[in-house]
């Protein structure tokens, strides 16, 4: 039985009735690890309380409402929320809460929760993914930008480059020559940059990305060419278009806008996201007019295909999180692959499960590889940075 004390007390925060000292009461309560078990019961009983038959999740809410209890501000979980299928069965975490620095599993269907310490370290881990990138400059040099502290790092034709805080600028001279100079950034697996283009207009890249890029827009309009997935927000101009170039065939202009672009060599679709303002889609001999909420998608039929999205899901990226919604195995997998500088096999085809949720990007390697287990995914590790799924 949980003291009554205690029901009150998680009662009282959740309705937000609480006072400071009712809260720092819970809160070492909960960090007790002899409390564990109650903490279960009490997520239980919970989410008893706000669930259905029908749908374990049913909203914002019930993703927040822990979150609330555990702080006055929103906890920023590793996991907001995974909610997963198997064979059309609920066999996945409820929640998943940091607390006292240690992780707290719960699941639904009543299996024993994992138990990892909170000291606990895992050998030959792999970090997340972390900013940085490679500056190819003009003449061929380059540049490891993550070894680089900031200032100025070099002169090109009309632009100083600065590197501050991880953001990269092109400072325009006033003075350039005619013919423009090109630079190249690229991200290689486990990194991600930002940088602000010589027009002012700024770029995020994904990891295994690139951008190539004039150092003064001198003419009448800016072109820029990208590998992987970026996030653009482009300064407007209207005498100077801004087009970004996908392939020889596909490209986006855009007058002022902030949009994403996912080309991605090793997935079957292009996905160009528009969120604000609006931009023209061109591919091959077709043409689309985006509106904000809408994505462009090409693919093996060769044709234009448009639809609207949920925007929250395609920059999740930009925001510290993986959006697993809707994803196979093998597509969590890419993502992963590209984020923790790893190479995945399939010792055959890859069990049927779809994903739903949000997993932080600054977890290691073997947190998320928990969730897999508990799934029943069989894995196993060779060498350094190969991950095989079994079958």
């Not at 993914?129 to 400059?137: F, H, R």
């Not at 079957?268 to 528009?274: G, N, P, S």
Request: proline residues 4%; hydrophobic residues 40%.
């Amino acid at each position: 039985m949980i003291e009554d004390r205690i029901q009150e007390l998680w009662k009282k925060r959740i309705a937000g009735t609480a006072s400071e000292e009712e809260q720092e009461l819970l809160h070492e309560w909960l960090a007790n690890d002899e409390s564990r078990e109650q903490l279960f019961q009490l997520l239980q009983e919970s989410y008893d309380a706000l669930s259905t038959q029908k749908q374990f999740f049913s909203g914002e809410e019930k993703e927040e409402m822990l979150q609330y209890i555990l702080g006055g501000q929103p906890v920023q979980s590793p996991l907001r929320k995974l909610a997963i299928f198997r064979n059309w069965k609920w066999v996945a975490a409820a929640a998943v809460l940091l607390l006292a620095g240690g992780w707290f599993w719960y699941f639904h269907d009543n299996k024993p929760a994992p138990s990892v310490a909170p000291t606990a370290i895992v050998l030959d881990d792999i970090p997340p993914g972390k900013e940085g990138a490679v500056l190819t400059l003009a003449d061929g040099s380059r540049l490891v930008l993550d070894s680089l502290g900031n200032g100025p790092i070099a002169k090109q034709n009309g632009a100083d480059v600065v590197l501050q805080n991880g953001n990269l600028a092109y400072n325009s001279t006033g003075s350039f020559n005619t013919l423009a100079d090109y630079n190249t950034i690229s991200t290689p697996k486990g990194r991600q940059f930002r940088l602000e283009l010589p027009d002012g207009s700024k770029v995020w890249l994904n990891a295994a990305s690139s951008i190539r890029f004039p150092t003064v827009f001198n003419g009448n309009e800016r072109k820029v060419e990208i590998t992987g997935e970026a996030w653009f927000e482009v300064v407007k101009d209207v005498k100077k278009p801004f087009r970004v170039s996908i392939d020889p065939v596909t490209e986006v202009e855009v007058l002022g806008t902030s949009f994403n672009i996912n080309s991605y060599n090793n997935e079957e679709v292009t996905r160009t996201t528009l969120l604000d303002g609006a931009v023209r889609f061109r591919y091959m001999d077709q043409s689309k007019l985006l509106a904000p909420g809408q994505q462009a998608q090409t693919g093996k039929e060769k044709k234009i295909k448009v639809a609207s999205v949920d925007t929250d899901k395609v920059i999740a990226w930009k925001s510290g999180y993986f959006n697993f919604d809707d994803n196979d195995l093998y597509a969590l997998m890419r993502q992963l692959e590209r984020w923790y500088d790893i190479e995945v096999k399939f010792e055959g085809p890859a069990p049927v499960v779809e994903f739903h949720g949000k997993l932080q990007r600054n977890l290691n390697l073997s947190q998320i590889l928990m969730v897999l287990k508990r799934m029943e995914i069989r894995y196993r590790m060779e060498g350094d940075r190969r991950l095989i799924i079994q079958q």
